[in-house]
């Protein structure tokens, strides 16, 4: 990324908090110290929850000169735009259009990160989305097989990436894999080197079962599956420690002994992050060559439109997003990618 290239935030669902949350960090940019970005969405499900000024912009460039004075937005008009808390088709239709252009944005080089608004998956399974979650949309868009890229959710004291993520719980044990657990463990920890600037990054690995199998007695997937990728790891050099029981792993003490946790599934790394960092809470899609960054949370549909959306999230993940962009520029203008070689 330049230092002039803004970034751009897509909406997500138009009934859903994320314009009210992308208007209120425009109105605190400068207690919040936010960089220039763009809105992609309908400029109407921002009027219609917030009364911040507004500047149709064709153009990414136009919103670095006109940020300060109006929230700039590249405008995707809804065939028919659903009211705030009540989501539809059409909502979905636009979420989707608004991704699809953000992230077209960032591949071309036009913004420099994207940072995508909460969506409704209901809703966009319902308009023909055959992806589980954006992630994995957004890793297509990239030419990136969706194995290699890694959802890591960020707070202040905690990293944690899940295996699996938007499958039933009942496919869990069936999808994991030991090359798909090696494949996760190793976006996440040249994640952690490449966006977090941590040389030499500790990946700790949850079980599957209760007490990670009890030596097997409660489940064969730790030994079978988990052992042999964590050992995988560790052949390639890096700092692989489990499979760890997933309950005794989250404290304050077992905390401080990684960087990173891996889990399972979607709640084993979800629950403890969102309990503890909820309100600062950021989705990162670690292996792509661009920088994609979300808030933890999702839609709100319960709230959107009472004006009670916290934007704190979202102003964290266009922090986390602006840093990591300019990190990788960094490193970029001195010929250096950020991982280690042979990794
Ligand atoms: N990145 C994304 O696109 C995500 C999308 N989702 C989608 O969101 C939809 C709703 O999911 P839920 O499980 O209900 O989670 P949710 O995060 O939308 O809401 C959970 C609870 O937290 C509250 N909440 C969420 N964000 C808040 C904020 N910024 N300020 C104040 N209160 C807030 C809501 O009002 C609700 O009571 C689902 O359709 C899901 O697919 C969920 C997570 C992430
Ligand atoms: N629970 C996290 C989540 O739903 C985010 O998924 P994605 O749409 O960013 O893949």
Redesign the pocket.
Known sequence: MTAALPLAVSL?DPA??GPE?TAKCWQARAEMRLPPFVAVGDPRSISQVSDVPLVVVDDPEEAIEKFEQALPVLAIDAEALPPPGQPSNEGARCALHALELAVGLARSGSAGAVV????????LYHVGFTHP??TEFIAERCGVASGNVAMMLAGPTLRCVPVTTHIPLSSVPSALSTDLIAARGRAALRGLIRNFGIENPRLAVSGLNPHAGENGELGHEDEEMIVPAVETLREEGWQVSGPHPADTMFHDAARQRYDAALAMYHDQALIPLKALH??EGV?ITLGLPIVRT??????????AGTN???????GEAIHYAVNAATRRRDLAAQGRTGMAIGR
């Open positions: 997500g859903g908090i949350v995508t608004g909460p969506v409704s998956k209901s809703h979650g954006q909820f309100d989705n979300s808030p933890d949370h999702g839609t709100a549909f319960d709230i009670r959306a916290r934007p704190t999230a979202m």
